[in-house]
């Protein structure tokens, strides 16, 4: 990817071409990085921009919605509870890690699915340590397929920036620096790469002064 996404982006929209009716309109920006089909798996604490990412992909058309495979949203599904991003790398509690047996499990079921039919499965969640992405990896194996990983890495001044703007009450800050140096120790892209990701992406945000639409323009998915 390149070191200034933004300033690439712009570049490439000051670039014009002629529509059929030899019109000039602004060319669109061609993606940097092909995600081939297979696991996507999204790294990142809470509040570092995932879900707008996604959703911004959706909206694009450069996924469908249902190959979205959301934790919290499954959460909201079987418990009625509104969307969290809380994962067992920071909550503990019998009553929490009954919960999150449930939730994953159903999650690994709905990845299996899209895989075994040779559809692509992004799953999101917070995926920051190791044994949480084994158990993504695992899965992918089971039917050869490629894992890429995409990173979001804000940093933690605007980690907390947009965990307040977003007025959150799931979390507290602790919580989110918690995450935020899980993250930094355990979910590097050498990291990732030793643990068996075919490809590790640096997803741009706030701190390079890219919105979601702009970083998921600078993809393209299989």
Do not use: C
């Not at 939730?103 to 039919?117: P, Q």
């Amino acid at each position: 990817m390149p070191k200034n996404p933004l300033e690439w982006m712009r570049r490439r929209l000051n670039r014009r071409a002629p529509d059929r009716a030899g019109d000039v309109r602004l060319g669109a920006p061609a993606p940097a990085v092909r995600v081939p089909a297979g696991l996507i798996v999204l790294v990142g604490p809470p509040a570092s921009g995932k879900t707008s990412f996604v959703q911004a992909l959706i909206a694009g058309g450069q996924i469908r919605a249902e190959a979205v495979v959301s934790s919290d949203e499954i959460r909201a599904e079987l418990f009625g509870a509104p969307a969290t991003e809380t994962e067992s790398e920071v909550e503990s509690g019998a009553e929490s890690d009954a919960a999150d047996t449930r939730i994953f499990e159903e999650r690994d079921r709905r990845i299996v699915a899209r895989l075994a039919a040779g559809r692509s499965a992004v799953a999101e969640s917070t995926n920051v340590t190791p044994q949480a992405r084994a158990r993504l990896i695992a899965l992918a194996r089971r039917f050869d397929a490629p894992v890429t990983m995409l990173r979001f890495d804000p940093g933690v001044a605007h980690l907390l920036q947009q965990y307040t703007e977003r007025g959150r009450t799931d979390l507290t800050a602790a919580d989110i620096r918690a995450y935020a140096a899980l993250t930094a120790r355990d979910a590097g892209a050498d990291q990732l790469r030793s643990e068996g990701a075919s490809a590790v992406h640096d997803v741009p945000g706030r701190r390079q002064a890219v919105t979601p639409a702009e970083a998921a323009a600078l993809f393209s998915f299989a």
